[in-house]
């Protein structure tokens, strides 16, 4: 039976009316948690990766409508005022779907509520069942993901998936704690993931907090570290998976999905539904972020590059369906994954959905 491993790390709180985020640009150092009471702010924090990851970016755009709704009592038209705050937080990142999926949910909440307190309690409801739902979603999704790795090999993961990246537990990182909790992993191996070094500083931090192994790499050293034979499986999150099963995620990846083909190692990616955009017909469409040069070209703040070079620096990249071998998901594993599949997963997970309300 599977043991939770230290599964503490919150990176969202939401405590009297205020909106805690643990600043994920400040770990490892200093775990310093960051107060927030409007939504412009939270836009912000968002944009300026504060807090990251997609789950954890739509859960705390859920927060921010709470707050844009405390904020609006005592104004006159809080509807308008409510919608022009949720317009900014929809704008802070493009690619993460869980952002515009949660602001989706929240949108119809307020909608709904006949006066502003009535949207208030609404929405603060639903914000917090969507936090304990994205953690009890990351645990059932480790526990299908860990159910497909042969024991006695380590696993290679590429940016940060774990708890800071969701409410808790996380996605990709879930399924490897699961699976070491099984005895299925020997070892992690993280990709540092320039140029955020969310790998080094994040997914570092959480491994050695919860006791298991980790071996940090440049990316660079994918391509001979695959070729050893020492990896399984390399296992990853996503920011939006289209309707084929094309899945965006952190710059690198798909690299990474190339050179694991070409090794005949397996490829997983483990996301909640809510990733899964099913109006994206395929990864082409995906809008994909790009990020200010400096962060290519600085190290900590001080430049490094030569003068008058310029940086190319797109945050994420889509990795074609044909070569991922499984997509994890809180409702159960499509292999081979493609359009039908999909729908089939969303047809199930709505059935289960409805099962649960009529009982
Ligand atoms: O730029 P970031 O740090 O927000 O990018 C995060 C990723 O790419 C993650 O792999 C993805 O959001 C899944 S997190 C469970």
């Not at 040069?293 to 945050?315: I, K, Q, S, W």
Request: aromatic share 6%; proline share 4%; charged share 25%.
């Amino acid at each position: 039976m599977t043991q939770y491993s230290s599964d503490t790390i919150r990176p969202i709180r939401f405590e009297d009316g205020n909106l805690y985020l643990l600043d994920q640009r400040l770990l490892p150092d200093e775990t310093v948690r960051q107060c927030y009471t409007d939504a412009g702010e939270v836009a912000a924090a968002i944009r300026d990766m504060v807090v990251r990851g997609a789950p954890a970016i739509g859960i705390t755009a859920a927060f921010g409508v709470v707050l844009a709704c405390r904020k609006a009592r005592g104004q006159a038209g809080w509807r308008e005022r409510v919608a022009a705050d949720m317009e900014r937080l929809r704008a802070a990142r493009p690619t993460a779907v869980n952002l515009f999926w949660a602001l989706d949910r929240m949108a119809r909440e307020v909608d709904a509520a006949t006066d502003l307190e009535a949207a208030i309690e609404a929405t603060t409801a639903a914000a917090r069942q969507m936090l304990d739902e994205d953690i009890a979603g990351n645990r059932r999704m480790g526990c299908h993901g860990a159910g497909l790795i042969e024991p006695g090999r380590a696993v290679l993961t590429h940016c940060n998936t774990g708890s800071l990246a969701t409410g808790g537990y996380g996605t990709a990182l879930g399924v490897i704690r699961a699976a070491w909790d099984d005895g299925r992993i020997t070892e992690v191996f993280a990709d540092e993931t320039r140029p955020w070094l969310q790998g080094s500083r994040l997914t570092a931090w959480e491994l050695v907090h919860d006791g298991i192994p980790v071996q940090l790499l440049c990316e660079g050293a994918a391509a001979s570290l695959l070729r050893s034979g020492r990896v399984g499986w390399v296992i990853v999150g996503s920011d939006r998976i289209a309707a084929n099963g094309d899945v965006a995620n952190k710059v690198g990846t798909y690299g990474l999905a190339l050179l694991a083909r070409a090794h005949g190692v397996r490829f997983m990616v483990a996301a909640p539904l809510s990733t899964i955009d099913f109006d994206m017909p395929d990864g082409d469409g995906i809008p994909i972020e790009q990020r200010a040069e400096d962060e290519v070209l600085a190290l900590a703040g001080t430049r490094v590059a030569a003068a008058g070079a310029r940086a190319y620096n797109p945050a994420f990249d889509v990795t074609p369906a044909h070569l991922i071998d499984a997509i994890v998901t809180e409702h159960g594993v499509v292999e081979a994954p493609d359009h039908d599949k999909l729908a089939e997963l969303r047809q199930r997970a709505a059935a289960a959905q409805d099962a649960v309300l009529e009982d």
